[in-house]
């Protein structure tokens, strides 16, 4: 497909003017007010009122966006911060209380019950669940909250530090630790480890803030705790707390016998009698770390042809987002830290943000959030909110099943053979290394909301004792017990979306299976991806997955058998 075959175009508004301001509650209270009062007769108008009532989300949602977007590209700016703090602190909370009286009145009126069943379902529960869950009371605090998240990216984003003379970002520095030269990789990781423990106090306050205003939000509700307020907030329909349990047991039992494997071949490879935290993500044979690009528009130039040779729509789009500016995928001071993929409803075109550094984690992360801007295009034509907004692990399974397929295509990063094989298995250890650290961090938030009153030492001893578990014992820490007594505060996810991380693990698994059918047949694999995403949200994640062509399942058996697959493709390499 050629780039000017793919030309994005808005959503053309139906409802609204398009030139309504949003500076204030006010600009758009009328239009509330009027979805409020509409008489509504048929199934034709109730589904009319729906898509109108879609319509005004997905401009609110987008505005919201871009105000999120420009304060974390510039996180000295004060105007945008501004922005977005007027949004969540005195729109948002006006949203919140008006959406909760469309809800009461689609639910109440007669017509609902009227609508197709199955084209609805998924819509139905949504909206009930979303009903049920509302307290006027939490208004205020989850525009506080809201507030307070960001206040993690504000801190991080001013760690750096000063390596060979340059002063860096933080996750610049981490390019050190894949240098050959120990004493190299040891100066990086404790200049890294003293300036996190510099602000570690500064985010203990601020995450037991969080859980007291977290749990307080869950107290309103009805919930003994935070925990089971947020499985009914994030609509976990189809799995439970001890499906979630499931998935850590069965993590621990197939992928950390491979890590221990991995850590005594490196341990034996290195010729050490022990292995230290800053001996984990260098090339053991000594190489220089793998340099896939120089520039950012290398990057984005590499990876549109390796997208295209998958599909030639995914290339299109990817250069499209570029040519659009819908990409700032640099490492800067000021900018905070992270990746994302920010579905823009109104403009149909998504906006990718990462802090790229020339790694080769760069690359996974770009097909990573390439396979979400894939995601939001093919999902574009969905007209109702409820199916645009994907749960995780949803959305997930279209990033990591990305990352798996593009490997084959990475030649145009690695020409050299030799380089590219060693790429395809610092990504598929990558897996084996990030699955037990989900397993752990989703346990430490189930200790987390179940033990709100718990002290910073219980805090941190409570995930000590969960890494017991989940990490190698082949890896010496002495020296930086501190340290680790505080790692679970460089997971973002933590102080900014509670309970987003176990998708993450639960799309792996997703993705591996995907993957495994991908090298059995590419073209219907990747046609049932794309049948998968076109659904959007439509319907239960079950059957998302079985359009997919694979199974949403935790079970030890299932697991074992991905894990052996994974297993035998590493050997492979």
């Not at 500016?325 to 830290?337: E, I, M, Q, T, V």
Request: charged content about 30%.
């Amino acid at each position: 497909m050629r780039d000017n075959e793919l030309k994005p175009v808005r959503m053309k508004r139906h409802f609204l003017p398009d030139d309504l301001p949003i500076t204030k509650w006010e600009d758009i209270q009328p239009w509330f007010e009027g979805l409020h009062d509409r008489n509504i007769r048929t199934p034709e108008e109730m589904e009319r009122w729906l898509t109108d009532r879609s319509e005004l989300a997905f401009v609110l949602e987008e505005e919201l966006a871009w105000r999120y977007i420009r304060m974390n590209c510039h996180t000295d700016n004060k105007e945008y911060a501004a922005l977005f703090e007027i949004f969540v602190s005195e729109i948002e909370p006006e949203i919140s209380r008006w959406s909760d009286q469309l809800d009461e009145k689609f639910l109440s009126h007669p017509l609902s019950s009227q609508l197709d069943r199955e084209q609805y379902k998924v819509l139905l529960r949504t909206v009930k669940n979303r009903h049920n869950l509302f307290r006027e009371e939490n208004v205020p605090l989850q525009a506080e909250l809201q507030v307070l998240e960001q206040e993690y990216g504000k801190i991080a984003s001013q760690m750096t530090v000063t390596l060979n003379g340059k002063e860096v970002t933080l996750q610049q520095a981490s390019n050190y630790l894949k240098e050959p030269e120990r004493t190299l990789r040891k100066e990086a990781f404790m200049k890294i480890t003293q300036r996190r423990l510099e602000d570690a106090e500064a985010l203990q306050k601020l995450f037991t803030s969080l859980i007291k205003k977290r749990s307080a939000v869950a107290h309103n509700a009805g919930f003994d705790n935070y925990r089971d307020y947020r499985f009914a907030e994030l609509g976990r329909f189809d799995y439970t707390v001890s499906d979630c349990e499931e998935f850590h047991e069965s993590i621990r039992r197939t992928v950390m016998p491979l890590v221990e494997e991995m850590h005594t071949w490196r341990r034996e490879t290195m010729k050490t009698a022990r292995l230290r935290p800053y001996d984990l993500e260098h090339d053991p044979l000594g190489r220089p770390p793998l340099k896939p690009f120089k520039e950012v528009q290398e990057l984005v130039e590499k990876a549109s042809e390796a997208f295209s040779r998958i599909n030639p729509l995914f290339g299109a789009l990817l250069r499209a987002m570029d040519r659009e500016g819908y990409l700032d995928l640099d490492s800067r001071k000021n900018k905070a830290p992270g990746g994302f993929n920010y579905p823009l409803y109104e403009s149909n075109l998504p906006f990718i943000y990462m802090n790229a550094t020339g790694n080769l984690r760069d690359v996974e992360t770009l097909f990573h959030e390439g396979g979400h801007a894939i995601h939001s295009w093919l999902s574009r034509e969905i007209r109702l909110i409820e199916y645009k907004e994907l749960p995780s692990e949803v959305a997930e399974l279209a990033s990591m099943s990305m990352e798996l397929i593009s490997m084959d295509q990475w030649g145009v990063f690695f020409p050299r053979r030799e380089d590219l094989l060693r790429a395809k298995k610092e990504q598929l250890e990558g897996i084996i290394r990030v699955l037990p650290w989900i397993a752990a961090i989703d346990k430490f938030q189930h200790w987390l909301y179940t033990h709100p009153g718990h002290s910073y030492e219980e805090r941190n001893d409570a995930w000590v004792g969960i890494m017991k578990d989940f990490s190698s014992p082949l890896v010496d820490w002495r020296g930086f017990e501190k340290y680790r007594g505080h790692s679970w505060q460089t997971q973002l996810h933590l102080f900014e979306v509670p309970f987003y991380y176990i998708e993450y693990g639960i799309a792996q698994l997703g993705a591996i299976a995907v993957w495994k059918n991908y090298r059995d047949d590419p073209e219907k694999t990747i046609h049932q991806y794309m049948d998968a995403l076109s659904l959007g949200y439509s319907r239960p994640i079950p059957e998302i997955y079985e359009a997919a062509g694979i199974r949403f399942d935790f079970s030890l058996t299932y697991v074992r058998e991905l894990i052996f697959f994974l297993r035998n493709e590493l050997e492979r390499l």
